[in-house]
Nanobody, 123 residues
Framework: QVQLVESGGGLVQAGGSVRLSCSAS????????MGWFRQAPGKEREFVAS????????NYRDSVKGRFTISRDNAKNTVYLQMNRLKPEDTAVYYC????????????????WGQGTQVTVSS
């Protein structure tokens, strides 16, 4: 079993930056693919970014490419999402996800989820 806890959310002005962290307990993340998803009010949860455990390749949704960076520190059992040049449309609850095999952009493919952290971008 894996417990994931996100942190680092808050209120930021458009154009600003935020770094989200996802810390794990119960199991090492070193052999888990990791992902970030987000859910805005009234919308479905959507894929944001992912990183594989084996080759560290990354994947991003088009709207965040060049602005967001996913990274991991296996020694700290933590995954990060650096978000730069934030836009009001980035406002959402951001969720961390983990899975030993899935790297899908679909939420149902991921086994473990955190409780989410709110990011609000003001214009």
């Amino acid at each position: 079993q894996v417990q994931l806890v996100e942190s680092g959310g808050g209120l930021v002005q458009a154009g600003g930056s935020v770094r989200l962290s996802c810390s794990a307990s119960g199991r090492t993340l070193s052999r888990m693919n990791m992902g970030w998803f987000r859910q805005a009010p009234g919308k479905e949860r959507e894929f944001v970014a992912s990183i594989r455990w084996a080759v560290l390749s990354t994947n991003y949704r088009d709207s965040v490419k060049g602005r967001f960076t996913i990274s991991r520190d296996n020694a700290k059992n933590t995954v990060y999402l650096q978000m730069n040049r934030l836009k009001p449309e980035d406002t959402a609850v951001y969720y961390c996800a983990a899975d030993p095999s899935s790297i899908s952009t679909m939420t149902f493919s991921w086994d473990y989820w955190g409780q989410g952290t709110q990011v609000t971008v003001s214009s």
